[in-house]
């Protein structure tokens, strides 16, 4: 492949790819991370060899593509133009979906998607529910992008935004744009890209850096690298963009190890820009150099962390450093560094294509734009979610996400990770984006969205986050490692039902002075799991203090486990399944939980047959004591 | 002039020929160089009501101490750099519209800055700090105590007398350029280790075998032996082990093999502990 000379030789190969797909079939098979685990590789292996063998090879094109979003229908297909979904793959459907849909455009039945709620068969992938309310247009490229493939990127009109930069603008029109388009930062903190390109871009010197942050580590949260690993060039074309706005020549891409499709396919992509001129010395013909480093994080949830991600570029340890000046004046190398979150790169070429007014009006009146959620936990349709800003959270758990499982009631939602906070039922309504969240006691984050229902812990999910900070914390200054320290300490007496009256004090007392005093904002994050549970659920703390009873039956130490006698069939399978025998009891004979044996392990409680439902949790009082008293 | 890293200056400096392949020479150093007059500019700022004048590149910090204002801080010390890791030093600033708390040996003065070193904010979360700091070292200065009426700590114990301030690594590190010490370890599990290799070949030498990171230490935790013969105690010696009393177990090991203190209340006291 030649260099691509100009923006005409860029447009003259993307007519050259499109007429070369026309008229074609296009399979796009979910081929991610998340798809693998379910065996999409398979899937994809068995494609190739079929279309191959029913000499389909001229007619049709596969994509191996990354997650389309609803990861739990994953292996998952969609078939254009028809637009046809096909859901729940596995290698011996394929023979027939060549056949019937890729040769002859007839549609599966069975292996459509089944709308639990009617039992409808949906054919068209915009007309799942799941995807109905979303607006991906972001995200959604992924259905249309091999993932290895260059050409597909720029048969969608890829890397037109930057070949309309570097021929058309300036450096301060790039940044007028993004700064008119108000596009906030995805990564957490929400700050205006558009601000922080200008400062980057004013600050003296000639040696700047611009920098992908895909360090993405909260639990729960895979949306950066669902972008990264499905549609690699979108990010990579945003930085150049960035790049060239602030004039930067030097590009870093800082992705965890952790991620190794993710860095496979940046490294790919990185390649075919080479070959295609993108990226190196004189891109497109303008006179611009720009070079892009992938840099794999070792990791770290810390390094996260703007400065302490450069620390980790720079080779040091990963740690942050006070930030009264700012990395957009002295990062890496003590040089101006422009540091953006994956997806806010990804949004950086839709806007120079379609103009900051079309972006601005997507959202709200302070977040614009859309954000992609990972929505998990405890609801029906688990995945990445792409909604317009301000959309309520009701919306997005109950239209999108199916509501919670099982006809449980629902509890909270967690957003933002560790740094986030807990939302409970009453602020349902809220319209999700940067400024409201903060203020609920929560924040944004980098998108994860945990879902919680009636069986939750609220203190046990404080104590969930305070135990992942206290190992992720890089420990350097007091408040946080001895702050977090100490609020495990408590927590987990409180869950061993050993707290004290004063402990919500302490609790509270401690979060307040690691918000304001930690180092970076890892630390000063960190109380909010505890201090927004304590916010909203402080009955929970109290009923865990004073009356030593955990309300979810969770926390092992308050609860015991108890076998009803109305409801025991004596069917055996919960006394043959103990693993410390201490249920007694024969075949007719009602069967009794030994307590002083019984180690809390929950097994019974799982065995238990779903229409007996005999074992029970009880916290806070005795079990019952026995009918009678079991035989041995 | 001291937020710099003065070692790691020296440092980049043969890392930056990797680099200089994407950017010219002459750029470089216009940035590295800061105009004269920008350092001599005098700087007046306001603290606790007082008008205080100072250097334009002074931190909050060092313009208290230099009108004689106490600021509380345990990691900062005059020859190293600032590492902002006690939050001791927190003080309340107004800047535009808001007042927020900072690290004032890290943040730089500017003109008509106001700061509050003792504001109400910043006195409720010092003694929460210094009660964080009593649960690992419990023989914090007497009058810093009193001064923000901390009896005992509210928090459990946590004693491992080390308090992490990287006093001792910084000196290591800036001052005596051996890297002898360094950090091991993240979080809650973080401690200082000793490079055992090196320390063996430097620490008799340095400072005529006095140890001048013993002379930075604010803890006295630093015991004198065992840095200069390396560490001796247990069986088995890994490449990095901690300088430092880590667990109940092992304070006792260095308390017993340690003879001359630097502090000899901190034995005292331990032994009336015990």
Excluded at chain 1, 502 to 523: H, K, N
Aim: overall charge negative; some cysteine; proline content about 5%.
């Amino acid at each position: 492949m030649p260099r691509l000379k100009s923006a005409a030789d860029l447009e003259k190969l993307r007519q050259e790819i499109l007429s070369r797909i026309n008229g074609k079939r296009i399979i796009s098979v979910t081929n991610g991370t998340d798809g693998r685990t379910r065996g999409s590789k398979e899937v994809v292996q068995a494609l190739i060899q079929e279309i191959e063998s029913q000499g389909l090879k001229e007619k049709v094109q596969l994509r191996s593509t990354g997650c389309h979003g609803f990861c739990e229908t994953e292996p998952a297909a969609l078939i254009f133009p028809e637009e046809i979904c096909y859901v729940g793959l596995k290698p011996e459907d394929v023979p027939e979906i060549v056949s019937e849909t890729l040769s002859e455009g007839k549609v599966i039945e069975r292996l459509l998607y089944q709308y639990p709620a009617t039992g409808q068969n949906i054919a068209k992938e915009s007309e799942i529910p799941f995807y109905q309310p979303q607006s991906r247009i972001v995200l959604g490229n992924n259905r249309f992008v091999d993932m290895e493939s260059i050409e597909d990127y720029i048969a969608l009109g890829g890397y037109s935004a930057l070949a309309k930069v570097l021929s058309e603008m300036s450096s301060e029109e790039v940044i007028d744009i993004v700064r008119g388009s108000n596009l906030r930062g995805r990564g957490g903190a929400g700050f205006t890209a558009g601000v922080k390109w200008d400062t980057t871009h004013n600050a003296p010197g000639d040696e700047k850096y611009v920098i992908v942050n895909a360090d993405e580590g909260d639990p729960g949260a895979y949306m950066d690298r669902s972008l990264l690993e499905g549609n690699p060039h979108s990010v990579l074309e945003g930085l150049i963009i960035g790049a060239y706005a602030i004039g930067s020549h030097q590009g870093y891409v800082y992705v965890r190890q952790e991620y190794p499709l993710a860095v496979e396919n940046v490294s790919i992509a990185l390649k075919q820009m080479r070959e295609y001129g993108l990226v190196g010395e004189n891109i497109l013909g303008s006179g611009f150099d720009f070079n892009i480093t992938v840099h794999r994080g070792a990791g770290a949830f810390v390094s996260g962390e703007s400065s302490a991600l450069m620390a980790s570029i720079e080779g040091r340890v990963g740690e942050p450093r006070p930030k009264y000046i700012r990395t957009a004046v002295s990062g890496i190398r003590e040089k101006p560094s422009n540091l953006n979150n994956v997806e806010t790169w990804a949004n950086v070429p839709l806007i120079l294509n379609k103009g900051d007014d079309w972006f601005s009006k997507i959202g709200t009146e302070g977040s614009k734009g859309t954000k992609i959620f990972s929505l998990v936990g405890k609801v029906n349709n688990t995945g990445l979610v792409e909604v317009p800003m301000g959309m309520t959270l009701r919306e997005i758990i109950y239209k999108i996400g199916g509501g919670i499982p099982g006809g449980k009631k629902f509890k909270a939602v967690q957003t933002g990770g560790p740094s986030g906070g807990v939302i409970p039922e009453s602020l349902l309504d809220l319209h999700v984006d940067f400024d409201e969240l903060s203020r609920a006691g929560s924040m944004m984050g980098s998108g994860g969205m945990i879902v919680m229902d009636e069986d939750t812990c609220m203190v046990d999910v404080a104590k969930y986050f305070v135990d992942f900070l206290c190992f992720e914390s890089c420990g350097k200054c007091i408040p946080c490692r001895e702050g977090l320290y100490q609020m495990r300490v408590i927590l987990n007496r409180i869950c061993q039902g050993e707290g004290m009256e004063v402990d919500i004090e302490l609790l509270t007392v401690l979060g307040e002075m690691m918000r304001e005093c930690s180092l970076c904002a890892l630390g000063q994050t960190a109380s909010n799991p505890v201090l927004s549970s304590i916010k909203y659920f402080r009955d929970e703390y109290e009923a865990h203090i004073a009356e030593k009873r955990c309300p979810a039956c969770v926390c092992k130490p308050l609860t015991t486990y108890y076998i009803d006698p109305e409801k025991c069939m004596a069917c055996m399978i919960c006394l043959r399944s103990c693993p410390v025998e201490a249920i007694s009891g024969g075949k007719g004979e009602m069967h009794v939980i030994n307590q002083e044996k019984c180690t809390k392990c929950g097994t019974c409680f799982e065995m238990c047959p779903d229409r007996f439902s005999a074992v029970v949790k009880i916290s806070g009082r005795e079990a019952p004591a026995p009918l009678k008293t079991p035989a041995g | 002039m001291r937020r710099t890293d003065k070692g790691k200056t020296t440092n980049r400096t043969d890392k930056k020929t990797e680099y200089s392949e994407t950017v010219s020479s002459e750029s470089e150093i216009q940035v590295a160089e800061a105009t004269p007059s920008e350092i001599a500019a005098d700087v007046n700022i306001n603290i606790n009501g007082k008008n205080v004048k100072a250097k334009s590149g002074m931190t909050v910090l060092e313009a208290a101490r230099s009108a004689d204002i106490f600021i509380p801080a345990l990691c900062y010390h005059e020859e190293l750099s600032s590492y902002g890791a006690c939050r001791l030093c927190m003080v309340e600033i107004v800047s535009g519209r808001r007042s927020r708390l900072v690290a004032s040996c890290l943040y730089p003065v500017e003109e008509g800055l106001e700061v509050q070193t003792e504001s109400e904010r910043v006195v409720k979360h010092r003694k929460v700090i210094l009660e964080l700091i009593l649960t690992r070292w419990p023989w914090v200065d007497k009058n810093l105590l009193e001064r923000y009426d901390v009896q005992e700590s509210r928090f459990v114990e946590n004693t491992n007398f080390c308090i992490l301030c990287g006093l001792c690594v910084r000196y290591c590190n800036e001052v005596k350029k051996a890297n002898v010490l360094g950090y091991i370890g993240r979080g809650t599990e973080r401690q200082i280790v000793i490079y055992a290799e090196e320390a063996l070949k430097v620490c008799p030498t340095c400072d005529g075998g006095a140890m001048g990171c013993r002379s930075v230490c604010p803890t006295g935790i630093i015991p004198n032996e065992f840095a200069q013969t390396g560490p001796r105690f247990g069986k088995k010696v890994p490449l990095a082990y901690p300088a430092r009393a880590y667990e109940e177990n092992n304070v006792r090991d260095v308390l017993y093999m340690v003879g001359d203190w630097r502090m000899p209340w901190v034995q005292k006291s331990h032994t009336e502990r015990k």
